[in-house]
Nanobody, 124 residues
Framework: QSQFVESGGGLVEPGTWMRLSCVAS????????VAWFRQAPGKERRGIQC????????YYTDHERERFTISRENFQNTVYLLMYRLQPEDTGVYYC?????????????????WGQGTQVIVSS
């Protein structure tokens, strides 16, 4: 059974850091672009960052650009989102999504696969 599994979420205090992982199981991330999305409480799901097959990143929002870093380990079929100086507004469910083609598309593109999401709560 092929699935995309996110992990690493939880409850953290403001100012701390967290790393989310997204592992593809049963399928390969070869020649795919993978992105992280966030759905904050009461808001629509929005793209954060994407990483292409050749490790070129694309930013869908500038707000987290200096605090979040997306990366991938192709041989491990895994994509990460490293988040520093977390703030309460970073709270939400974080999803990873993949689409065929090596380069990151626009945020509004059709994403072929989605994970179930991992909850991140930033609160004191």
């Amino acid at each position: 059974q092929s699935q995309f599994v996110e992990s690493g979420g939880g409850l953290v205090e403001p100012g701390t850091w967290m790393r989310l992982s997204c592992v593809a199981s049963g399928f390969t991330l070869e020649n795919t672009a993978v992105a992280w999305f966030r759905q904050a409480p009461g808001k629509e799901r929005r793209g954060i960052q994407c990483v292409g097959w050749r490790h070129v990143a694309r930013y869908y929002t500038d707000h987290e650009r200096e605090r979040f870093t997306i990366s991938r380990e192709n041989f491990q079929n895994t994509v990460y989102l490293l988040m520093y100086r977390l703030q309460p507004e970073d709270t939400g469910v974080y999803y990873c999504a993949a689409t065929a083609g090596g380069d990151c598309p626009a945020e509004s593109a059709e994403w072929d696969r989605w994970g179930q999401g991992t909850q991140v709560i930033v609160s004191s």
